[in-house]
């Protein structure tokens, strides 16, 4: 029997517990071992719960018995987790976790000190809830060079797209929608300002190339400046406008990183990945394009996401799973100036001819694109690539000849 | 550095022998080991290739070399693959393989023989291609009981009916038009009659539910029916048929397995799987409903499966990856009579009132539905839930009072 613990008893730790306890059985058939929870670690009182003898505030406790070989790290947040996860895996316990914000922040440090101590440090769950992301791009796509990875990673800001797309919902009501559901907290920032998006996709970007990509390298946009009006140029274009975290290697090796709305083709499989469902594109050189669906939050998914590491942790107690990557630098990203894209923009002019002469001369290509019921003074257009530096010289120059631009929002390439 | 030998050099075979050589940095630093290949086996002769060195049309020489530590099995059909891959076992070399008949029709015994000598049988590229399935299903869902799984396994006959559905291309001619694109066989009998999708459902039941279930204990039916007339309902009642294999476990305990066209509603992540693509469903009581989508055959996506299977054996070459499932038997299986699911209908007649009311009374909850361009003898319903059995004796009885049923269609429940 291998002794665990659980260090967080909120919606993903009391889902760990449900998960060990309900499937006893059959994950101690898969393990190869029963696997019992011996404490559960949380600075709030659980009267009357099933696992009461299983409570302890004191982290201490946990740290030094050494029967403990599996810590689930479910508390989320930098600290305490950073420092208890170190502790675990120094003493020699193998730790699992949710924790997106802290493998993305300490990551390298943590797979570091995992390595150097032989014991595992998994994180399935900190990207796609229950949806497998992480073994599927460092194991099946081993024999693959990763050309780019896009993903909708965010279940919250996509149900308020959702809402915006299908009901021409206002942002400020979806967003209201989404709190009232418990989809999105009272402060919604790490959500709709891209952050959450970001971790995750620093987190791919660095499992895919080796290399710790930290949020601070990742172009981090929200949805909030988005309006029904693009919205409604986006469905006549033909797509959809969703919040995508996109990574790629460039021909110079370094990376294209960002987080920001995207206009879609309503023909990507990631266009129909509607509500709180997560999608992610994974496009490597000889598998082409694999896409993984499903719910990306929610207590059982990320539960069960979060046992499937502890039971890979049991069947490799003394076997390093390869999951790994080494510090990165700025240097690996390339500045989001320099990078190059196409883009769709809509301004506000009251001389649509002399306004179409200027686009046309400071963008490449520029075709106007229409809506139903736009205002005579409403003028968008669609371009193709250019550096995102030109991009907004070619802005400025529009605003300062009196041709309002309200909207610019990134085309997606995949 | 890890001999290898690769047996059989067709597409798959080649597929693998070039990302092997092409990737060998990459994969020696995921496998922590160089990779080499030390044979191919062929009884067909490649003067000129770059491995003429490596060719043998002789397998004992591979079976014979204790170096040689990972066999890819890559050649198709039962014999000798069965042979070959059973004393390549019991010579305690591990072997990984993209053979879906073999694995469906001898899997229980060569993964029992695998077992017992320690060494890996792995089968990813058996099921989907380069979409990774099998792993997921028994590793990251290992927390999960599996509820149902359903899935488009097929590229062929989904690319026969993407044309239908799309492009109103009567069966026929697209048939043709995949043969002309070297999607389908010159005899295309094992895809369009859904003996390959049959195999690669029983493959995915037999993991999920840790039973060999036996290609012979599936209800099989392929496309070769479906009209346009069909495709044509389908759409109005708001959905596309799709050749689907599902399993899911019964109340009762037993499986409800089957390879048959279904209606699938407009909305399912499935019903957007179009041309060569799969997509798999798999419905886990924690994580939801996961989807997996991509390229289900072809040289490279395959042979990155494979390849990705022997870098798991390389790095597993002391310890046993966690496959394998008991011998199992046809009770193991609802016969088909008696699974139940609602039903699409067509019919012709000449007497329309006569015929609802015929309908209504040997059908549960008939619901007319009609397209554009009927002619005036045409009827069409769908119901709700009725057993199998009971379905086929309300088609004889209105084949019996004149109204001729010209197709009958399961309807999807996921």
Redesign the interface.
Known sequence: MIQAAVMGYGVVGS?VVE??TE?KD??AK???EEINIKYILDIRDFPGSPFADKFTKDFETILNDDEVKVVAEVMGGVNPAYDFTKRCLLSGKSVVTSNKELVATKGAELLEIAKKNNVNYLF?ASVGG???II??IS???????VIEIAGILNGTTNFILTKMICDNMAFEDALKLAQDNGYAERNPAADIEGLDAGRKIAILASLAYGKHIYPDFVHTQGITKITLEDVAYASSWGGVIKLIGQVKRLDDGKLDIAVEPMLIEKSS?LA?VDDVFNGILVR????????????GA?K??T???V??DI??CV?HLK?RK?LYWADGNADCVKPYEETSYSVYVRAETNDKKFAAEKISELFVNARTIVRANAPENEIAFVTDDMLVSRQEKAVDMLNKAGIEVKSKIRIADF
Chains 1, 2 share one sequence.
């Not at 490597?284 to 719910?295: E, H, N, P, Q, R």
């Open positions: 889902g998960v060990l499937h059959s994950i898969r393990a190869k399935e229950g949806i497998p073994r599927p194991q099946c796509l081993a024999a693959n060079e499989q129909n490597g050189d000889a598998t082409g394009d694999v896409v993984f669906y499903g719910k929610g059982l998914p539960a069960s996401a046992v499937a039971i890979d069947k076997a390869y």
